[in-house]
């Protein structure tokens, strides 16, 4: 299970069924919000579905998500009034769809309609939620689009991380239950808008020794970790996840993005498998592309150094290099509620599984490039702009001025793609420019900004 914030939930829907064990939640064992569910299960405050079954990850409709703000406020229904909406006579919700509409909670379409059964997006449902209860935001602190003050408010108070999200995908029931209930447990506190990004490491005594080996899946695998010269263990670090390409290791590598200039960070390079070499990959035979067998590698590293070294949530950042860029590419898609940026130079194309984010992109490929063609540099690049839904507007992103660099910028959730078809006088076309790893230090630092 990969790391997300873990919030207490809040959520009732169905009539309550006595007499179900919490153990019974046959779809909650190791989810993200497993821990969560079953806590307030057993306060009493959640219900479920027959046989047990809490669909944390099913889609929520409007009238769903009105039940769940206004139950968490106690509000009382006071309206009877099913004129309130064209479409809400005789719907189970209407009694909540009607006082949500004298309490300026919502207001419906144009055409005097509610959709009670249409489903929800995230940045409706933190609409609702923070309307519902009754946070008043300063529209003018953010910009557009029309949604910006209302996710900038909910990132700011960590309620929900912007660079986790596609704010226009549906809105599930577990992360509307973790929205609702950490306002819950916020209780009458004023919002202070300063950002919590400390891992559970921080402030904790640091490691004798940084990690060599990690257990993944009862089987030992090798990595090397190296702890920036001004890193501390009080102040939020980046992590840095490097791979390797198929014919070296991850010692051979150590250095070579030359990314060490980050003196502040946790810099960790996987061994692949079989680590005796030569032909090594991130993969088994038959991996279905959203279950590649080392995306549990990488889980497993954020997750110890998480634990163990002050690192900054919103600072965590992986590089590639060809078979290593591939894969790199693909952990943007399979891990974006996680990872903030990838960089990776002369990449392959890949088909991307479902993704569960956005992802801040740095590619470098070279059009002289021998071994993995300039062709599948474009097509990497072009899935990472549709991952982050950018635009076409581009600006110079020109340090080096040979690096040809240039910055897609209109792109949701802060999630910009640099483009580099860098040229260079180096009879291995392949290998990383000698600028890489400075530029590479500067795009992960600018999006900190």
């Not at 959709?115 to 209860?133: H, M, N, R, S």
């Amino acid at each position: 299970m990969h790391i997300k914030q873990k919030f207490l939930l809040f959520f009732s829907f169905l009539p309550f069924i006595s007499g179900v064990s919490f153990a019974l939640f046959s779809d909650v064992e190791q989810h993200q919000y497993e821990d969560d569910i079953i806590h307030l299960a057993s306060l009493w405050i959640v219900q479920w579905y027959l046989w047990g079954t809490f669909k944390p990850d099913q889609s929520l409709t409007r009238a769903e998500l009105l039940k769940i703000v206004m139950t968490a406020n106690i509000t009382p229904l006071t309206s009877r009034d099913a004129s309130c909406f064209s479409d809400v006579e005789g719907h189970w919700a209407r009694d909540f769809i009607c006082t949500a509409k004298e309490l300026n909670i919502i207001k419906g379409y144009d055409d005097n309609s509610f959709k009670p059964d249409q489903p929800v997006i995230i940045v409706e449902g933190l609409k609702i939620a923070l309307e519902g209860f009754g946070i008043t935001i300063d529209t003018e602190v953010y910009g557009a689009p029309w949604y910006e003050h209302y996710l900038g408010f909910a990132h700011s108070n960590n309620l929900v991380s912007r660079y986790a999200i596609f704010p226009e995908w549906p809105l599930s029931r577990g992360m509307m239950a973790s929205i609702v209930n950490r306002m819950l447990l916020h209780g009458e506190k004023s919002w202070s808008g300063n950002r919590e990004n400390s891992s559970l490491g921080c402030g904790t005594s640091k490691p004798s020794l940084p990690p060599t080996s990690l257990q993944v899946w009862e089987q030992t695998r090798s990595i090397l970790t190296q702890v920036g010269s001004q890193y501390s263990q009080n102040i939020p670090a980046k992590l840095i996840v490097a791979f390797h390409w198929r014919t070296n290791t991850n010692t051979q590598v150590a250095g070579y993005y030359d990314v060490d200039s980050a003196r502040d960070a946790i810099i960790v390079y996987p061994l692949w498998l079989p680590e005796e070499g030569p032909s090594r990959s991130r993969q088994d035979g038959g991996d279905k592309t959203s279950q590649l067998r080392d995306y549990q590698l990488f889980d497993t590293i954020v997750e110890e150094i998480w634990k163990h070294y002050c690192i900054d949530q919103d600072q965590i950042f992986v590089v590639g290099h060809s078979l290593g860029g591939w894969f790199t590419n693909m952990l943007a898609c399979a891990r974006g509620d996680v990872i903030r940026a990838v960089a990776s130079v002369g990449s392959s194309p890949m088909k991307f599984p479902l993704c569960s984010g956005p992802t801040a992109a740095i590619i470098m490929h070279n059009p002289k490039d021998n071994l993995a063609s300039f062709a599948w540099g474009v097509q990497s690049r072009d899935y990472l702009l549709q991952l982050n839904q950018c635009g076409p507007e581009t600006v110079e992103y020109s340090w080096p001025e040979w690096a040809n660099c240039v910055k897609y910028i209109n792109c949701i959730s802060d999630a910009p793609v640099v483009w580099c078809p860098y040229t260079t006088a180096s009879d291995t076309p392949h290998m990383r420019p000698r600028f890489a790893g400075d530029m590479i230090v500067k795009f992960f630092d600018t999006l900190l900004k």
